[in-house]
């Protein structure tokens, strides 16, 4: 009876899922982050502004009877820390945000998900060094735990590897856009017939097929450093970045499996360094994600970094059962 995607949560569920609540936010407190408690609607252009834009399909809209003006009804809390953070804490260096609510979405991001998750995530903005990504990181790993997930593999990337490799090749806009789409699917062939019509040079060629094959262990940063030497600085200052996180992930009591991917593309319009995300095993998508976007309260009139991670406690319930 209720409508595709939706869902609805009964005892002794629910009283698991408040728990879980209670033990995050606690945790979340206890780190030094502020909670905040944003509307479920919002002006349709204040949702939609800066990272947000790529929401927009996800993103239900209704007219205001009151004003007249569109409206719109949050599909990420993400884009709604970015306002408070440079609307009300202008005034410090250092903002760290906390949240937890239900968003909707008018579709699915992938087919059998659910277009009502109960969102929770954390915000570092102001940091630019990458203390905060790996503070980012561990606060998600530490949320899994404290949900019962257990064997986490953390996926690591960094658009500006693709980004250094991609400025040198001098496309068109159409042109990069199927590239980018070439390199989501991770499609050799597909890739290589691409750039015979295109007719790029041989040494550019190889640098993109690199570019998809480059993923697995650690070891990967090193072979990146080698076969990517052609990208130049851009791709191995990226690499130097992975690098140091990895580094400092590993120090910790009980890390988990590292996984790099080069190729790993998540959120690519707006983020602008690291990107990560959570999996376990037999469960084909991610259960937590996150990343730097650096810049993303400009339009609120507050350009600084920005890093953080969020996820579904309701799918982190069923997964830690």
Known sequence: MLPEGMAETLAPSSWALEDLRRKLLDHYRAAGYALILTPLVEHLDS??????????????????PESGRLLGLRADMTPQAARVAARHYAHQDIVKLCYLGTVLRATAPEPG???????????????????????AINLMLQSLALAGVSSVALDLGHVGVYRGVVQHLALSAADEGELFRLVQRKSGPDMRQWMSALGLEASVRQLLIDLLDLNGGLDVLDTAASRLAAAGDTVQQALAQLRAVCEAIQAQPSPPDIHVDLAELRGYRYKTGLVFAAFVADHGREIARGGRYDGVGAAFGEHRPATGFSADINELLRLGL
């Open 113 to 135: 998900q659910s277009r009502s998750p109960r969102q929770v995530g954390c915000e570092i903005f102001g940091e630019p060094g990458l203390g905060a990504d790996i503070e």
């Open 47 to 64: 949702l939609l502004t800066g990272s947000a834009e790529d929401l927009e399909q996800q993103t239900f809209k209704l007219i205001d």
